[in-house]
């Protein structure tokens, strides 16, 4: 597990494209979410992508195995929404256990297999934890601004169970991310340092905030550096910014908190912005040129993509950024 430290201080890391993306691709319908084992399920599955780590395994390896062979050095595990908090919509929190466990397992299988044909570049499983569909910060009634849909512990104990799963299934690392609400990300890493602690172990994490429009904040208000500064208090390897924006917009963000931190920089944007049918036509070469800004202003340390981008737009990143060194920042590492 120590390896992704020397792999940051000899080369800028290269994470996976988006998940969701590739998957749309497959067109699965809903008999494909249910498989056999889901077949009668009182409630649609169809758009539940997390769930087909178990009955479309095969996809997801798939996947998992173009990235790598693309060039990406760590991947995440098909888990975005792999909190009982998130599956309540699919009336599946008993499985979320399962669900975590199988995907952290196919990702880990991926991996070994590509570090085994290339030992010189081992490849890492980053256990992926996003934000839930629920906000600790923020009312979601304007008529009720002190209503909660969420608390902090409700969040702590959906995030433990994730975090338990993803660490038995044979993650290297922790990647929470597509941050919109501090609070909740606080959980998360609080319900991380739990898991630590209980069981007498460390584990590398990243954390990815989302700055949600031109106004340069998170959706619960505050500035890069605020994020920055008010998640410090933890031990982390890198901190960072995905989604929402495309890699030029994201860029004044990234330069806001990369002289400022000792941990370790790491950005994955969209392809561009969403078009009028929320796709994304941002093509490859168009995102590697504004993601080549990053590596000459020496602001990353860790690179990849988020929502539009596939396993080229995640190869000519990589064939851009094995040109450069990782940004230089205090020894930490």
Known sequence: MSNIYNALQERILVLDGAMGTMLQQYKFTESDFRGERFKNYPTSLQGNNDLLSITQPHAIKAVHAQYFEAGADIVETNTFSGTTIAMADYHMEDLVYELNFQSAKLAREIADEFTAKEPHKPRFVAGSIGPTNKTASMSPDVNDPGFRAVTFND?????????????????????????????????????????????????????????????????????????????????????????????????????????????????????????????????PEEMGEQIEEYLKKNLINIIGGCCGTTPEHIRIIANIAAKYKPRVHPARF
């Not at 982390?236 to 920089?265: R, Y």
């Open 155 to 283: 969040l702590r104990i959906a995030y433990k169970q994730q975090v338990e799963a993803l660490l038995d299934g044979g993650v290297d690392l922790l990647l929470v991310e597509t941050v919109f609400d501090t609070l909740n990300a606080k959980a998360a890493l609080f319900a991380i340092e739990e898991v630590k602690d209980d069981r007498k172990i460390e584990v590398p994490i990243m954390l990815s905030g989302t700055i949600t429009d031109a106004s340069g904040r998170t959706l619960s208000g505050q500035t890069a550096e605020a994020f920055l500064i008010s998640v410090s208090h933890i031990p982390l390897l890198s901190v960072g910014f995905n989604c929402a924006l495309g890699a030029n917009l994201l860029q004044p963000h990234l330069e806001a908190i990369a002289n400022k931190t000792d941990f370790a920089i790491s950005a994955h944007p969209n392809a561009g912005l969403p078009n009028a049918f929320g796709e994304y036509d941002e093509t």
